[in-house]
Nanobody, 119 residues
Framework: QVQLVESGGGLVQAGGPLRLSCAAS?????MGWFRQAPGKEREFVAA???????YYGDSVKGRFAISRDNAKNTVYLQMNSLKPEDTAVYYC????????????????WGQGTQVTVSS
């Protein structure tokens, strides 16, 4: 089983940037980010698949960018123009099957990192 370690969460003012990192203990076909705000369902944010496909949720398109360092088995989520509604626990996930936007298509999950955007 692949182990995931997330980092980079924190408190940021609206309009500011933040970058999340997720290091995996092994290679996987795809690495993605989901988020869950209190009282809401888990939401797809972005995914990166081998050898370079990227996918984004509608609410973050144009503001967030996902990238991957294959040599380090690490995926990054650059978040720009953050809004208070981006406040959530962000989870890194990996999987080896096609399909990107549903959490059912991912096999391994990180512990989550809190992102709080103040207005």
């Amino acid at each position: 089983q692949v182990q995931l370690v997330e980092s980079g969460g924190g408190l940021v003012q609206a309009g500011g940037p933040l970058r999340l990192s997720c290091a995996a203990s092994g290679r996987t076909f795809k690495m993605g980010w989901f988020r869950q705000a209190p009282g809401k369902e888990r939401e797809f944010v972005a995914a990166y698949s081998w050898p370079g496909g990227t996918y984004y949720g509608d609410s973050v398109k144009g503001r967030f960018a996902i990238s991957r360092d294959n040599a380090k088995n690490t995926v990054y989520l650059q978040m720009n123009s953050l809004k208070p509604e981006d406040t959530a626990v962000y989870y890194c996930a990996t999987g080896n099957s096609a399909g990107y936007t549903s959490d059912t298509w991912y096999d391994n999950w990180g512990q989550g990192t809190q992102v709080t955007v103040s207005s």
